[in-house]
């Protein structure tokens, strides 16, 4: 049995690498969203207290609960499709940390 260990460590710098630059995008792309959707419901809330629209907040934070179960459906089929390398889920912690 013969083992390659150029490959094997060529695999696990290509997907420490690729779960590094992926945790750092996921996560600045998370606090982009999170700024715009925060924006946007203080814009709401604002109008409201000015009296412009009227706003039914039982339904707005169940819509938002619901959006919210999703994204983590959503995040846990993308988790069981990424290869389940050790290197890609530590490159991803230290580019979440870092972004």
């Known amino acids: 049995m013969d083992l390659n260990l150029n490959g094997i460590i060529g695999d696990v710098g290509v997907w420490g690498i690729v779960g590094l630059i992926t945790g750092y ?3 600045k792309l998370l606090k982009l969203t999170m700024a715009l959707i925060g924006a946007y419901i203080l814009s709401l ?3 409201q207290q000015k009296g412009v629209i009227t706003i039914n907040t039982d339904k707005l934070f169940n819509l938002a609960s619901n ?3 999703q994204v983590i459906g959503l995040g ?3 988790v069981g499709i ?3 390398t050790g290197s890609f889920v530590a490159g991803f912690y230290i580019g979440f940390k870092k972004g």
């Open 45 to 47: 809330f604002y109008l």
């Open 67 to 69: 959006i919210t179960q």
């Open 82 to 84: 990424l290869p389940g």
């Open 25 to 27: 995008a996921l996560k």
């Open 76 to 78: 846990q089929k993308v």
